[in-house]
């Protein structure tokens, strides 16, 4: 069996961080098997699917690394889902309903009301074809429902949940063609699902009472059922994660500096009982990933935890993994070597190209001290040794240690409080640089 899985966005809002989780874990559980990964866009609400959501989706995902190697639009495949519900209807699988939505809604609530599920009556099943078509005449248009075999238990073995089973009894027969004609996400999934071979189908636990309903129906049009694993929500410190309400786009995470191996590092553990680790590459991450190792728990996703994955992703990068990124103009291996430590965004290496090559103001707390001090730079070529010689000269003539010996100098040098070791940017500033920013003069 060829293991095929598939990632099914709406193009209807920004790709948030959930999805990239659910998009991430099919892309591992592909090529941990030798598989393809799918990537569907579940487009048919045509008026809230939007072509520049679809290019952001793509986008992110190429960023990400997540390459598809099969991409379809459900929009595209309307036919093929009109030619199904034509078999389901003749196979006396889907039924018309007439209800309002007013009228479902008031009888929800009277089952609650009593304490029962709201599962749906089946009252359309009971009209007769001349109160059917009477109501078509004064302009009611049906919306369809699939009639599930109330009389069976539906099991199957979850690759997360472990084995999971609904009573068909307890399930409402769901909508599959609203009354405007659109079909809604339960049928075209599932045909999809069918005729691309999907083996395993990935989603959140949301969706297990759908998966019930969903294995009625790829019976019901001779397919065969996939695979499933549901996995748990995440749930966030800072509140809900949504695409409606914002905040955990994955644009706006690029935006704020983040790394994308720092991003699947951290979600590829995100729910496990194992370590959240750095990873290079998402080879690294397929050799160490195992389904099984999910868990039921909640999975907490906190963004502060995933600022701080980011540095350790910079401080593995070679010089060779960044040296064509936009932020790595003008910079060359030396000087990415030098301040790579310090780096907690990549855009940061720019400042630092500025502090150490363009002219700096220098902060001056103690001008006799760093005056005094300039006067014992070494001559001639500095390297990483330079740093250690001149300063054990200058804490000889002038007694300081601790931060009253390195502050200012550092101070003076680039204007931070902070910053790489300055036995690695001291070569970096050149002795002219140095000399007159250690004498208060903008260099």
Known sequence: MTVITRFAPSPTGLLHIGNVRTALICYLIARKNGGKFMLRLDDTDTERSKEEYAEIIKENLTWLGLEWDIIARQSERLERYEEVKQKLIADGRMYPCYESAEDLDMKRKVLIGRGLPPIYDRAALDLSDDVKQKLEADGTTPHWRFKLDETSTIQWNDLIKGPTRFEAKNLSDPVLIRANGAPTYMLPS????????????????????????QIQIFEAIGGKVPEFAHHSLMKSKGGKISKREGGFDVGAIRDNGIEAMAINSFLARLGTSDPIEPRLNLDEIVDNFDLSRFTKGSAIYDFI???????KILHIFSYT??????????????FFNSVQPNLTHLS???EWHQICKDELAPVIDDADFTASASKLLPEGEWDENTWGEWINKVKEATGKKGKELFMPIRKALTARDNGPELKHILPLIGSAKTTARLNGQKA
Request: proline share 2%.
């Open 321 to 334: 993994d960044v040296k064509n990124r936009e932020e790595m103009q003008d910079i060359d291996e030396e």
């Open 348 to 350: 940061e290496i720019q």
């Open 305 to 311: 935890e995933l600022e701080r994955m980011n540095p």
């Open 190 to 213: 599932t045909i999809d699902d069918i005729d691309f071979d999907i083996s395993h189908v990935v989603r959140g636990e949301d969706h297990v009472s759908n998966t019930a309903i």
